[in-house]
């Protein structure tokens, strides 16, 4: 009997999870090795990760993970290098970036075109963890290597001029430790952010002329979304990731990301006392909130993938994991401070650091894969909340969606597929479609490139 007892309370205590209070029907990370939606690109389905230990050598305690101490400049160029190279299939560098500005612009545009001096690329950094102030932290999020290594692929082996790039995040501050390098080695690439008050930084502009619906009428503001003046102007996107679990949303990838691009004009944020500020998802909130909305919900994030000027618009989304965390905030620490990175227990980062970059053309794709990864590693439980893959059911199904939406976040016609969506066999062969069948497999083929040997 009380054997029994036990067993109905765990039935009841842990199926769905935390504080979950709904079960999510079918179970997450369904399907396994089914593919839903269709994948695009030179090498569809492809997700590129690449892992080196060696790369990232913080001791967890002194200085900030982003010391150059502590991530290795040269291994870093290196692994991006191969991630290019290994998307496209082609050894040569230069070739790759050739090669995927004409896939795009063939998807695009009906036509094979290279990239043509002048063109624009707007570039999503994640800087949730600046808590306001120019003021640098160990907040995990993307690295100031990564971005020096990203933009001297786009200088020096894509021929983009620095004036022609644009990085930013529209609803947070670009910290000195990222402005620094920049003004170092890419003086004339413009940055943005929302108060535009340290250095060259920029300040973000609505523009009027842009804009972008949400496919349901409970949205507030359904029809007033703005997205900045560069980005609604831009040749090209590149969206750059985070890689961590999330408070709200169970983790954030490159869905969560366009979060940090949207004028609203229905909220002020106010992060500084007598400040208006309209850069922020508060309204969208409830409509990511993964233990409130169980699979078949409306997703805000599919309209954000969607929209033809944002994941639409990107020429690939990439990954800085190479210090990844569990949430934007410390929850071990009673104080309000982002939450430093931690180590990966997981098979194969074996309790190192992260250390990786993980790099794909399909967006849904990129982050089926990284949900695997999230959910599977006992140091990021955020990512086992709730139903947090309901937004890759709605995306690769964008036509026929489970929750029976007209997503059409343009007005101009409803979404097709976003990409493919499927999890991986289990956490040790990590075996998707493509792996187990790479001449019949319609899903996902994860390439996995382990670059140090210790
Ligand atoms: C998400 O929804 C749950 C269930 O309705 C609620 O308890 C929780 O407070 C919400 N989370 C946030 C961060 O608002």
């Not at 004036?163 to 430790?177: C, E, G, K, N």
């Not at 401070?337 to 992260?354: A, G, L």
Request: net charge negative.
């Amino acid at each position: 009997m009380r054997a029994l007892l036990i067993s109905i309370f765990l039935i009841f205590c842990c199926l769905g999870f935390e504080v979950n209070s709904i079960v999510c029907d079918p179970p997450v990370g369904t399907p396994v090795n089914e593919p839903w939606g269709e994948s695009f690109g030179i090498n569809p389905g492809r997700v590129v990760w690449v892992l080196d230990r060696e790369a990232t050598t913080w001791d967890g305690v002194n200085g900030y993970f982003f010391d150059s101490d502590n991530l290795d400049q040269s291994r870093v160029d290196n692994m991006l290098d191969k991630a290019i190279t290994s998307l496209t299939g082609n050894d040569d560098v230069v070739e790759s970036w050739d090669m995927l500005f004409r896939d795009f612009n063939k998807r695009k545009h009906g036509k094979e075109n290279g990239y043509v001096p002048g063109q624009t690329i707007a570039m999503k950094i994640n800087l949730n963890g600046d808590y306001g102030l120019y003021i640098d932290n160990n907040g995990n999020e993307v690295t100031p290597q990564f971005l020096k290594s990203l933009m001297t692929h786009l200088t020096k082996y894509a021929g983009v001029a620095q004036t022609d790039l644009y990085v930013y995040d529209a609803s947070r501050l670009i910290m000195p430790h990222f402005r620094k390098m920049f003004e170092q080695y890419f003086p004339d690439i413009n940055l943005v952010d929302n108060e535009g008050a340290e250095g060259s930084i920029q300040r973000v502009q609505p523009d009027p002329t842009s804009y972008l619906q949400f496919s349901n009428t409970a949205v507030p503001a359904q029809k007033l979304t703005k997205l900045p003046t560069f980005v609604n102007q831009a040749d090209y996107m590149i969206e750059i990731d985070d890689f961590r679990g999330h408070d709200m949303a169970s983790f954030t990838l490159s869905g969560k990301n366009w979060f940090g691009s949207i004028y609203r004009p229905d909220v002020n944020c106010n992060f500084k006392p007598n400040t208006v500020n309209h850069w922020c998802p508060m309204s969208l909130h409830q409509f990511v909130n993964t233990t409130s909305n169980n699979f078949g919900s409306y997703s805000v994030l599919v309209d954000l993938i969607g929209h033809p000027k944002l994941t639409s618009n990107t020429l690939f989304i990439i990954s800085d994991a190479l210090y990844a965390g569990p949430s934007e905030f410390d929850h071990s620490s009673n104080q309000d401070i982002p939450s430093p990175p931690v180590t990966f227990e997981m098979e194969p980062f074996n309790n190192h650091w992260s250390s990786s970059i993980l790099i794909a053309q399909d967006p849904i794709a990129l982050d089926s894969v990284g949900f695997d990864i999230l959910r599977t590693e006992p140091h990021i439980p955020l990512a086992r909340m709730g139903c947090a893959d309901n937004y890759l059911h709605e995306s690769a199904l964008a036509n026929d969606p489970p929750s029976g939406t007209v997503y059409n976040p343009s007005g101009q016609g409803q979404l097709s597929s976003l990409g493919v969506h499927e999890h991986w066999n289990n956490a040790y062969e990590r075996k998707y479609t493509k792996n187990i069948d790479p001449v019949n497999g319609k899903g996902i083929e994860l390439v996995e490139i382990h670059l140090s040997d210790d």
